[in-house]
Nanobody, 124 residues
Framework: VQLQASGGGSVQAGGSLRLSCAAS????????VGWFRQAPGKERQFVAA????????EYAESVKGRFTISRDNAKMTVFLQMNELKPEDTAVYYC??????????????????WGQGTLVTVSS
């Protein structure tokens, strides 16, 4: 599956952004999609994940209650709604796919398909 992320931008603290991850190609019953982010000088960090079909989501503690991952299967698009943004949310955000997931992983190494990043900048 090929992925393309979009929707990044600049926003003030407390604001909102919605990221999109458009997929092309085939997904499978055990396909999962995740969002990760990487701030300058820091390691890539898990944000959220969900299954392409079925229920179930996972979130990093730092974004629980503020971010929501969702999907539109007809459009093969996954979204990351980000509310109450903080300066520490500033990073390049990536979406990633795993077509043989056994569980919703927070480990970036389990994801085999990656989209290009989209930059989110939150100013104080």
């Amino acid at each position: 599956v090929q992925l393309q992320a979009s929707g990044g931008g600049s926003v003030q603290a407390g604001g909102s952004l919605r990221l999109s991850c458009a997929a092309s190609g085939r997904t499978f019953k055990n396909s999962a999609v995740g969002w990760f982010r990487q701030a300058p000088g820091k390691e890539r960090q898990f944000v959220a994940a969900m299954w392409w079909s079925g229920s179930g989501t996972e979130y990093a503690e730092s974004v629980k209650g503020r971010f929501t991952i969702s999907r539109d299967n007809a459009k093969m698009t996954v979204f990351l709604q980000m509310n109450e943004l903080k300066p520490e949310d500033t990073a390049v955000y990536y979406c990633a796919g795993d077509n043989s997931a056994r569980y919703l992983s927070a480990n970036s190494r389990t994801y085999t398909s990656w989209g290009q990043g989209t930059l989110v900048t939150v100013s104080s």
